[in-house]
């Protein structure tokens, strides 16, 4: 591992072995564009225990009926044909599924919510069901509920429709930032940058993540639209590697908005790379803006780590500790800092609480790993490489996933609803 390894490759690594990171989503143009119609969802495999096979000549009338009206796109008549169905048979789960998928198709969340609702406590592996639930919760601003319902969905996946995982993947997106876990929202935003869309929504998410705003765009006050679009300009191009757009862009950021908070900081994880001298003087710029930017101080401590001054990088990494005593990367770099001045009890203490606040993040175990052989714990030591080992494969494995997806184009002819932002 780099002794260099900065905080945003470490989340951003973090992010893709846990469990909300949104895996190989490819995204298509429209899916963050414009509105799309319900695709006459269909059933799927009804689990056994939930089947009805005694003859019941009014459900099968009831159904016969909704199929040919939402066939027809006589989608209100189709709800009531289905709903009078489900009074023959209340466990009857694509009645319920159908039901929801079209009300969500009219905008009618809290209703579509409650059929899907039915429709996973009644066959809970319905991946589609629990991601049409995650939208329709964030609709009704249940933002909690709806981030679980968006993981179940993602966990069980989507059948095939790979408009609605883009459209999850934004979603999921939207709601890492507003709960102030920016690099993973950035990260899983790539996606967008994989697939070729620059849509302005794309491009305000971008801009949301970069500026560390807790907002979602509905919340986001009206005077800082354009700085958060010229922020999601040159986040977005410097996810796509292209660096000297990103780097105009975040000049103009610069001018136009030189005292505003996170600017110098998101500059400076720009400049990181390619002059990390350059890069320090725009995080220590962002202290001066904003003194307990723990971000920034964690970044710093990284860099000294990386130039072996140990010395600079131990109080920046206390602080940042300090002020985010939650924040694993702080814990990653303050042990492996107190482990190069040798306080190896106060560095395995940390790298063992940082490990548990990021037990799927490969870089914590590996550092943990190395603390425990300083400290005569063969064992613990080989346990923690071991685990290393594991889950950087499924890491470096996740990632290949990525760099394999398609173009995003629409692939939904398995008649799923299609998903709209």
Not at 150 to 179: K, S, W
Not at 306 to 313: G, L, T, V
Request: glycine content about 6%.
């Amino acid at each position: 591992m780099s002794r260099g390894s900065t905080l945003n490759a470490l989340i951003c690594s973090m992010a893709l072995a846990s469990a909300l990171t949104l895996l190989a989503t490819p995204a298509a143009r429209a899916q963050t564009k414009g509105r799309a119609r319900a695709r006459r969802p269909q059933p799927q495999a009804q689990a056994p225990s939930q089947q009805d096979t005694r003859p019941n000549p009014a459900f099968d009338q009831a159904v016969r009926l909704g199929d040919e009206a939402r066939n027809a796109d006589r989608l209100d008549e189709a709800i009531a044909h289905y709903a009078d169905a489900l009074k023959q048979r209340p466990k009857w789960v694509d009645g319920w599924w159908y039901i929801g998928a079209i009300l969500y198709e009219k905008d009618r969340y809290e209703e579509a919510r409650d059929a899907l609702r039915n429709v996973v406590a009644l066959d809970p592996n319905r991946g589609p069901a629990w991601a049409l639930l995650g939208l329709c919760e964030f609709q009704t601003r249940e933002y909690e509920r709806a981030g679980s319902s968006l993981l179940r969905g993602r966990a069980l996946g989507f059948g095939g429709n790979q408009e609605l995982q883009a459209v999850v993947t934004y979603h999921a997106a939207l709601l890492y930032i507003r709960f102030e876990q920016f690099e993973v929202g950035f990260d899983a935003l790539t996606e967008f940058v994989r697939a070729g869309n620059e849509s302005p929504k794309v491009i305000e998410a971008f801009g949301l993540a970069v500026l560390r705003m807790p907002y979602l765009p509905s919340e986001m006050p009206s005077d800082r639209r354009d700085m958060v679009m010229t922020a999601g300009r040159a986040g977005f191009d410097m996810a796509a590697r292209r660096m000297e757009q990103a780097r105009a862009a975040f000049d103009t950021l610069l001018a136009r908005y030189p005292n505003e908070p996170n600017v110098h900081y998101a500059f400076g994880v720009y400049m990181l790379g390619q002059d990390a001298d350059a890069a320090m003087k725009e995080f220590k710029r962002e202290l001066e803006i904003s003194p307990q930017h723990f971000p920034a101080m964690t970044q710093m401590a990284f860099e000294y780590l990386k130039r072996d001054q140990f010395e600079d990088a131990l109080p920046l990494a206390e602080k940042a500790v300090q002020l985010a005593p939650k924040m694993f990367a702080a814990r990653n770099v303050l042990g492996r800092v107190l482990l190069d001045l040798g306080q190896v009890e106060r560095a395995v203490k940390e790298l063992e609480e940082g490990t548990r606040l990021a037990p799927n993040s490969p870089e914590m175990h590996y550092a943990l790993g190395r603390a425990y052989r300083r400290a005569g714990r063969e064992a613990d030591a080989k346990r923690e490489v071991a685990l290393f080992q594991k889950l950087q494969q499924e890491t470096d494995a996740r990632r290949n996933a990525q760099a394999g997806v398609g173009s995003g184009e629409e692939a939904n002819g398995n008649g799923q609803p299609k998903a709209k932002p």
